[in-house]
């Protein structure tokens, strides 16, 4: 049975970069589309950036972090990346990683294997 696992989060101050994996084993995650979601303590999980199978490769940012965000497979190493820039102290969250064979939106619902989570936290 395929797995997600995350790493790289962490504690960064205002304005800092980190730079969050999704390694997948026991499935090819190029097969895959793979999204990043995050919840915030007393919040829903949301969508952050998702990006299509390896074929197609269109991505999808969320308003608040578009520009900021950059999401990016290395199939080699079955893994997908989000590189976060500028970060802010909203930004604060666990973050996740999913992946599904077919999706139509960047949806928490539209995916079905889930990772653990990395925490990810921005304060000074």
């Known amino acids: 049975q395929g797995q997600l696992v995350e790493s790289g989060g962490g504690l960064v101050q205002p304005g800092g970069s980190l730079r969050l994996s999704c390694t997948a084993s026991?499935?090819?995650?190029?097969?895959?589309?793979i999204g990043w979601f995050r919840q915030a303590p007393g919040k829903e999980r949301e969508g952050v950036s998702c990006?299509?199978?390896?074929?197609?490769?269109?991505?999808y940012y969320e308003d608040s972090v578009k520009g900021r965000f950059t999401i990016s497979r290395d199939n080699a190493k079955n893994t997908v990346y989000l590189q976060m820039n500028s970060l802010k102290p909203e930004d604060t969250a666990v973050y996740y990683c999913?992946?599904?064979?077919?999706?139509?939106?960047?949806?928490?619902?539209?995916?079905?294997?889930w990772g653990q989570g990395t925490q990810v936290t921005v304060s000074s």
């Open positions: 999913a992946a599904d064979r077919s999706v139509r939106y960047c949806a928490v619902g539209s995916f079905g294997s």
């Open positions: 026991g499935f090819t995650s190029d097969s895959y589309f």
């Open positions: 990006i299509s199978s390896s074929d197609s490769s269109s991505t």
